[in-house]
């Protein structure tokens, strides 16, 4: 046997009363949402909600030594008569412009000496010859690094 409806008949008059208790839930739906919110506001306020433990995490790099701070070289008043190394460190695409840099180099300051030279690897590799000739003979240097 079918219960009559509480609305006084109107349900079975309008097709449209689902959608009306649903507008109906939808306008309760944001006080019920805001009330959650300040209960766990208030909650985690008081410390309710979170437990005080504490968490202890060690740095995957271990203990890092201090970094050693070397001072840039002094600057001489003028180039002129001294040599000057430009190091290309072989960076992709970048010999066309390494030359051209250096014949400009050479075409506006000619008492300079200037001297081209390669790294022997790329640019994460050492090359302590290269370094040793440039500390030796060299007044300074000029390291491409390419970009």
Partial sequence: MEQPAD????????????????????????????????TAAIASSFGWAADQTKITAMNPRGIQPEIRKIPMAMRPASLDGKTVYMVDTKYPNTKPFVEEL??????????????????????????????????????????????
């Fill in 7 to 38: 609305d006084g008949g109107v349900a079975a008059k309008n097709p449209d009363s689902d959608y009306i208790k649903g507008v109906e839930c939808m306008k309760t739906q944001p006080k019920s949402i805001l009330i959650a919110i300040l």
């Fill in 102 to 147: 250096f014949a400009a180099l050479k075409a506006k300051y000619p008492k300079v000496i200037w001297v081209l030279r390669e790294k022997y690897a790329g640019y994460m590799d050492d090359d302590p010859k290269l370094w040793k000739e440039i500390k030796d003979k060299g007044a300074c240097a000029i390291v491409l690094l390419g970009h």
